[in-house]
């Protein structure tokens, strides 16, 4: 099966100062859940498009800090 899964890459919502994003584990449970069934994963967000490499992926997340 093939999975698309989206990463927010705001960081607040809208003009409210308060702080969005998505917890790690909300990602990273399914992802090897998903790729431990034999699906095919594509990683996207809105701002970065799809994330092909391991390093933009990390640098996505570093950013949600």
């Not at 607040?12 to 969005?20: I, P, Q």
């Not at 095919?40 to 640098?59: N, Q, V, Y």
């Amino acid at each position: 099966m093939k999975i698309l899964i989206v990463l927010t890459s705001h960081r607040e919502l809208g003009n409210t100062g308060k702080k969005s994003g998505f917890w790690v584990e909300e990602f990273v449970a399914p992802h090897h859940a998903l790729k431990d069934a034999g699906d095919s994963i594509t990683i996207a967000s809105p701002t970065s498009g799809i994330i092909k490499s391991r390093r933009k992926l990390l640098k996505l997340l570093e950013e949600k800090k």
